[in-house]
Nanobody, 126 residues
Framework: QVQLVESGGGLVQPGGSLRLSCVAS????????MGWFRQAPGKEREFVAA????????YYADSVKGRFTISRDNAKNTVYLQMSSLKPEDTAVYYC???????????????????WGQGTRVTVSS
């Protein structure tokens, strides 16, 4: 089992920045691909960003490319999502997820991830 705990959400004005953190426990963190997803009210959960194990390949949704940066610190069992130039449409609950099998085409799919955090809410509003 892997436990994931997100933090860092909050209320921010359009154009502002936030950094989300997700701390993992229970298994060897470096063995997992880590992803961030988000779910806005009334919408399905969608992919935001992912980073392969051992600081490998990184993936971004087109909607956040150039504004968000995913990173990981395996020594701290933590994955981060640095969000800049935030827009009202970025408002959502953001979830951290862990994928052990890390298939070559599974980084952006919710069904690929075995473990999920409880989410942290991000609200972008003036």
């Amino acid at each position: 089992q892997v436990q994931l705990v997100e933090s860092g959400g909050g209320l921010v004005q359009p154009g502002g920045s936030l950094r989300l953190s997700c701390v993992a426990s229970g298994r060897t963190f470096s063995n997992y691909r880590m992803g961030w997803f988000r779910q806005a009210p009334g919408k399905e959960r969608e992919f935001v960003a992912a980073i392969n194990r051992n600081y490998g390949r990184i993936y971004y949704a087109d909607s956040v490319k150039g504004r968000f940066t995913i990173s990981r610190d395996n020594a701290k069992n933590t994955v981060y999502l640095q969000m800049s130039s935030l827009k009202p449409e970025d408002t959502a609950v953001y979830y951290c997820a862990a994928d052990y099998f890390a298939s070559s085409n599974g980084a952006t799919s919710t069904s690929s991830y075995e473990y999920w955090g409880q989410g942290t809410r991000v609200t972008v509003s003036s």
